[in-house]
């Protein structure tokens, strides 16, 4: 068997070369892709192939024409075959076969979550807050780098600086040769021997900042706002992760929202809702400070009845996306009085015979009518 014509490369060709031919032939004839047993006797002479190309002594035989296979007893017993190699040529070597290198000690780090309490005027408008978070930042000590001030982080001795650790064990398939994270040094490559006293070698250390959020007009109870950059400090001094504040609206004594819509109550006495009457409103801006005195009137037309809303177009919340105000949805509750003095219970008492109302009988209310039935109800 010729190796060269095997894998079908040149006599001088380069160990990139012969190691692309022999996965992209691996790819094609193994047995769990191709179960067809003349494809799996292909399988193992290309094996064989790239055993003998791939170790410089071996090939070096093989030009000199001698017998790579001599010492050994064919392929995979004792012929150092490289298990890995074979799932290189799946997976295109990120099962493991070296070359990964040692893992950066600066990772990114972790985004926070606060939580911050806001009056509806605020949510509503707009306001700008102050913030105490406690996070992750650099060591000032180190400067991130984890070492002891004069000290520096030297090269693992026993990965060499290469952040992993080769592990060769023998099978029917050969040597099975696995590549793990170096345990002396975790990966880095590197050991840290006199670590900094203020972080312990993390880099960062934990600290109260003070921060000043934005929050945009609109917000409501579980609207995050993101502060890109200012979460957690990576180890090793990395890329800060983000923070977000969560947004929670404290209940308004006189407002109730509603989507972008407000609603609130007003109360008026009996005889104002009988003869009408004209009101003053104080809108939610008015929550904002003297500079935003604004208010609103309110008609209350004859005969209004305990329940009755009123809509006050564009008085709302503006909406978080496109600035748009909702409206304001006022209900109007008709107040009976409850204590009259003798003069008052004369001119009602007169009033209700004026109206022939001094007996009454109780009657039901329907739950529903039609379209038709209230039509009727208004002609009358």
Excluded: W
Aim: hydrophobic share 30%; aromatic share 4%.
């Amino acid at each position: 068997m010729d190796p060269y014509a095997t894998l079908g490369v040149a006599k001088d060709a380069d160990a990139d070369t012969i190691k692309k031919a022999y996965r992209r032939m691996a790819r094609q004839y193994h047995p769990d892709v191709n179960p067809d047993p003349a494809a799996q006797d292909k399988f193992k002479e290309v094996s064989a192939a790239y055993e003998v190309l791939s170790d410089p002594e071996k090939r070096r035989m093989y030009d000199l024409g001698g017998d790579p296979f001599r010492s050994a007893q064919g392929f995979g017993q004792g012929a150092g075959f490289s298990f890995t190699d074979i799932m290189d040529a799946f997976f295109s070597g990120q099962t493991g076969g070296g070359g990964r290198g040692p893992r950066p000690r600066q990772r990114r780090g972790q985004d926070a979550l606060v939580r911050l309490d806001i009056d509806l005027a605020d949510a509503a408008f707009g306001s700008t807050h102050a913030l105490k978070v406690d996070t992750a930042v650099v060591c000032s000590t180190c400067a991130g780098s984890g070492a002891a001030a004069g000290t520096s982080p030297v090269t693992c001795e026993t990965c060499h600086g290469r952040g992993e650790v080769q592990h060769v064990q023998r099978s029917f398939l050969g040597e099975i040769r696995t590549v793990r994270p170096c345990h002396t040094c975790r990966g880095y490559g590197e050991v840290i021997t006199d670590p900094c006293r203020e972080c312990a070698g993390d880099g960062r250390v934990r600290s109260r900042r003070n921060l000043n959020v934005k929050i945009p007009a609109g917000v409501d109870t579980g609207t995050r706002v993101q502060l890109t950059g200012e979460g957690e400090i990576g180890p090793g001094g990395g890329q800060p992760g983000d923070l977000y504040v969560e947004i929670n609206v404290r209940p308004h004594p006189q407002f109730t929202r509603r989507g972008t819509d407000l609603l609130c109550s007003v109360i008026v006495p009996m005889t104002a809702a009988a003869l009408g009457t004209t009101l003053t409103l104080p809108l939610l801006e008015a929550d904002l400070g003297e500079d935003h005195d604004e208010s609103t009137t309110l008609e209350v037309k004859p005969g209004t009845q305990s329940g009755t809303e009123t809509v006050i177009r564009g008085q709302g919340v503006p909406s978080l996306r496109d600035g748009r105000r909702g409206d304001l949805v006022v209900t109007v509750v008709v107040e009976t009085p409850t204590r009259l003095d003798a003069r008052q219970s004369e001119l009602l008492t007169e009033l209700a015979q004026l109206r022939q109302e001094s007996s009454v009988e109780g009657r039901l209310q329907e739950s529903s009518k039609s379209v038709f039935d209230r039509l009727k109800d208004a002609f009358r």
